[in-house]
Nanobody, 123 residues
């Protein structure tokens, strides 16, 4: 399984970015997809998750109402739309997938990880 995330960059506070993650190596539409992030000097944290069909999503409280996770199973891609970005959103963002179909905020349930894409939000 390979995951490739892209779409990161530098944005001013209040701005928006859309991350994408392309998956390959297995049947994408059967499995959960998630986004996690790791800020400098901090542990990796959960951001958002979406179930195999796209009907169930979970968000960290810190991003709820600002970020939206979605997926296009026909294109084997998951997205993270990030609006109203804050400096504290600055981090490397990772997409991940697991061996089950349901959405989950637990990182241990994700067996495959992408390489990460850096998001920097300036104040």
């Amino acid at each position: 399984v390979q995951l490739q995330a892209f779409g990161g960059g530098l944005v001013q506070a209040g701005g928006s970015l859309r991350l994408s993650c392309a998956a390959s190596g297995r049947t994408f539409s059967r499995y959960v997809m998630g986004w996690f992030r790791q800020a400098p000097g901090k542990e990796r944290e959960f951001v958002a998750s979406i179930n195999y069909a796209g009907g169930t999503t979970y968000y960290a409280d810190s991003v709820k109402g600002r970020f939206t996770i979605s997926r296009d199973n026909a294109k084997n891609t998951v997205f993270l739309q990030m609006n109203t970005l804050k400096p504290e959103d600055t981090a490397v963002y990772y997409c991940a997938t697991g061996s089950r179909g349901y959405a989950s905020p637990i990182s241990a349930e994700y067996a495959y990880w992408g390489q990460g894409t850096l998001v920097t939000v300036s104040s």
